[in-house]
């Protein structure tokens, strides 16, 4: 599941919304949206998240929280290490095959320490 994915599940289900009845509102189906909300798509068009913001009646700072969670929501990342130093390539190369593996811990720590300013 994405962060996208979770937050608007927890969205549906805080207000008492289905998966049918908001995909039907927003003009999807119920398959994209559920594999949308598991991280089985891409992120959402703009428009998809505005139609979605509009349904719920949200308000900006929400929005822009939902906006911000789906841009960082890409399943599948690619991280372009052309004209790096060998390095970056290695360390790119080594999380893509390990990511599954890591723990919360490691990941939270990593997460710290990617987010500190440099």
Request: charged share 25%.
């Amino acid at each position: 599941m994405t962060p996208f994915g979770q937050a608007m599940r927890e969205l549906r289900q805080r207000r008492g919304v289905t998966q049918r009845a908001l995909a039907q509102a927003i003009g999807v189906t119920p398959a994209y949206l559920s594999a949308l909300e598991h991280g089985h798509r891409g992120r959402p068009t703009f428009e998809l998240l505005q139609r979605i913001a509009g349904y719920f009646n949200i308000i900006w700072d929400e929005a822009d929280d939902l906006f911000r969670l789906a841009d960082a929501s890409d399943p599948r990342v690619v991280i372009d290490t052309a004209g790096l130093p060998p390095e970056y390539t290695i360390l790119a190369n080594q999380l893509s095959k390990r990511i599954s593996t890591l723990t919360p811990e490691m990941v939270e720590e990593l997460n710290r320490l990617l987010k500190s300013p440099q």
